[in-house]
């Protein structure tokens, strides 16, 4: 069947077409892809350098130094690619992949969470309107406005010392996440509501459900999409940052935030300043390849995401 | 301007809600601790004598509402813990009283504060300028080396952790090149060049990272603006480059950048807290989590509070600045 209409590509297609075309957007997409590897085989990848991240190694560090580890680079070496960390002599490679697996779990899971919540509760407000409308957009002023971090710390006292702290982690990030989403997707679904596809389906008595899933949702994936793979950077910095504080994920579980937080002492001192480059060069490529990606897919959708409104 | 004065009327009468509503939940949610603070506070051997006289001290044996209703009475008139000659005074503004650090909160704040503060101003100023020159350079020269350069810049700056590049920064400015110092800081009123000595590197990192949202709006903002028709006429009456560009372009980008900032005064409150560890300074993040480590409520909801009504009344001012620059906002 050959279309005689000029131009019938759908919008998805054309943003396919747009991605391959931008060349960012490619090397984003091999830097994401490269890390979900990764950290998806860390465990693997552990197994197969014949360490683990937990076993200490003494005789790898050097006492004159403070337990600075023995060698350039920080004591990489054969057995320890990217050498030992200070002072205990773990594996710094597991530690760095390991750490990448928690990083980028925890922000995937947020996110999905973030989106689903966000995108329900800003098409509904749309579609509903009314004081419902008014209580989220209230409510979202006020999540906007808040010292997210401060009051992510001050939690930590809230919380019993049994909740495990991933969890604690993926819910505070979540609670805070959803609200630049929700507001987004409800002023692009508020311009949706008065079309004439809404109103056709109205009027023909579709339900609010079958409005708001079969209507309005296929006219938002392009937004949804977009703000979801820019919010993934967001997370994983966000994450990095609260174990950096100490108030993230607990040893012995391996984090990127807090083995650069365990970095600070050794960097003041130049003593070992590998300790903080191959943690520190994980995170960035985590976070640059998400936000290439993300910029990527903003402009294949063409999407004005002006934070201003 | 009677419309300008009703204007900022119900603003403040709004957010003075706001901070109330969030007091309540705030204090709602801390004082739902598992843990006894008064327990901490009762010694040892812990009779239950003894810890009945502790809560009744710290008044943690009153109703949560009771707590709360004195909490704010403290904050406009001041209170005191006990009677007689172990009573334990705390003056307004009081935010709570510390009994661990055997402090009121709102001092042990005020300590802290220089250090935020002089991190997140300083920051703040060298990013607004930062971020709206290099938008301004790059879309002036939309395409050329410069404009590649200020996106590169934004990229970096958008990827890299305040505190992954405050260590990197520490690493090569403070111990490679042995120029800055690395830590600590020194009061103001000790030393003013020594206070910005010890802050610049803070500044220029935090201020770095931050202006990379700025260079991209007003980037994309500049260059919308240069198309518009009033610009066309500006130039078509002969005014100059320099002017359609400061006076006429730079007008229509400020609006905004202005709301831009304020939806980041959160994040820049958080920026400087983790700044403030990195450089080992010991400013609200620092109180913050060791309060966190010792169970000590009254500083975790102080501090927590205090924080939000700043960001609360910042967030006030930007609205009245842009209600001033803005004539499209409505005051009615």
Not at chain 1, 107 to 112: H, N, R
Not at chain 1, 161 to 175: D, Q, Y
Not at chain 1, 263 to 277: E, R
Not at chain 2, 238 to 259: C, D, F, K, N, Y
Request: aromatic share 10%; proline share 5%.
């Amino acid at each position: 069947m050959s279309s005689s209409v000029a131009g019938t590509v759908s919008p998805t297609r054309q943003a396919m077409r747009r991605f391959r075309r931008d060349r960012s957007a490619r090397i984003g997409l091999v830097l994401v892809t490269l890390l979900i590897v990764i950290a998806a085989a860390a465990p693997l990848l552990v197994r197969l350098a014949g360490q683990d991240a937990t076993t200490y190694h003494i005789d790898l560090l050097d006492p004159a130094r403070g337990n600075a580890p023995r060698g350039p680079v920080g004591g990489a070496s054969g057995t320890h690619w990217f050498g030992v960390e200070p002072l205990t002599g773990r594996d710094l490679f597991a530690i760095t992949v390991l750490g990448l697996r928690t990083s980028l779990f925890i922000a995937v899971v947020v996110t999905l969470i973030t989106t689903v919540v966000g995108t329900l509760a800003g098409i509904s407000a749309a579609y509903f309107g009314g004081w419902y409308d008014a209580v989220l957009s209230r409510l979202l002023d006020f999540l906007f406005g808040f010292p997210q971090l401060v009051f992510m710390i001050a939690l930590g006292i809230v919380v019993p010392a049994r909740f495990p702290r991933w969890l604690l982690l993926i819910l505070v990030l979540s609670l805070f996440g959803w609200a630049g989403l929700a507001r987004l997707i409800r002023n692009q679904a508020r311009s949706l509501v008065a079309r004439e596809f809404v109103e056709a389906a109205r009027s023909v008595g579709s339900s609010g459900w079958m409005v708001i899933t079969r209507e309005l949702l296929p006219n938002l994936i392009g937004p949804v999409l977009v703000v979801a793979t820019l919010a993934i950077p967001g997370y994983i910095g966000a994450e990095a940052a609260l174990s950096f504080l100490g108030v993230g994920v607990p040893p012995p579980t391996p984090s990127l935030g807090r083995s650069i937080s365990d970095s600070i002492a050794w960097v003041y001192t130049g003593a070992d300043p590998w300790f903080l480059l191959f943690p520190g060069t994980m995170l960035f490529f985590a976070v640059l390849g998400f936000t290439l990606l993300g910029d990527g897919v903003r402009d294949a959708f063409d999407v004005r995401l002006r934070r201003t409104s | 301007m009677p419309g300008l004065v009703w204007f900022v009327t119900r603003r403040l009468a709004a957010a003075l809600i706001v901070m109330l509503a969030l007091s309540l939940a705030v204090y709602l949610i801390f004082y739902a601790i598992p843990a006894d603070p008064a327990h901490l506070a009762c010694g040892k051997p812990c009779t239950p004598d003894r810890l009945e006289q502790a809560r009744h001290f710290m008044q943690l044996d009153q109703s949560t509402l009771q707590q709360y209703l004195n909490f704010l009475k403290g904050i406009v008139a001041g209170r005191t813990f006990g009677d007689g000659a172990a009573a334990v005074q705390c003056n307004a503004p009081c935010f709570g009283y510390s009994f661990p650090l055997a402090r009121p909160v709102t001092t042990l704040i005020f300590d802290r504060l220089p250090v935020t503060a002089s991190i997140a101003l300083g920051a703040a100023v060298l990013w607004l300028v930062l971020g709206v020159s290099l938008g301004v350079i790059a879309a002036l020269n939309r395409g050329r080396l410069a404009d590649r350069l200020a996106i590169g810049v934004a990229l970096l700056g958008v990827s890299t952790p305040s505190f992954l590049l405050g260590l990197l920064a520490i690493l090569v400015f403070g111990f490679w090149l042995n120029m800055v110092p690395v830590s600590g800081y020194v009061p103001l009123t000790e030393s003013p060049v020594d206070w910005a000595w010890h802050l610049i590197t803070p500044w220029i990192v935090l201020a770095i990272l931050s202006a990379a949202s700025y260079i991209r709006l007003t980037r994309s903002q500049m260059l919308e603006e240069l198309n518009l028709d009033y610009i066309t006429t500006a130039r078509a009456k002969g005014a100059g480059e320099a002017r359609v560009v400061l006076t006429h372009g730079l007008r229509g980008v400020l609006v905004p950048v202005i709301t831009l900032f304020g939806l980041d005064l959160g994040a820049l409150l958080g920026g400087a807290i983790l700044t403030e560890k990195v450089f080992s300074m010991q400013g609200l993040g620092d109180l913050l989590i060791t309060a966190v480590g010792q169970l000590d409520v009254a500083v975790v909801v102080g501090v927590t509070l205090f924080s939000a009504f700043l960001i609360i009344l910042a967030n006030l001012v930007v609205d009245i600045v842009h209600g001033v620059l803005d004539p499209r906002v409505s005051h009615g």
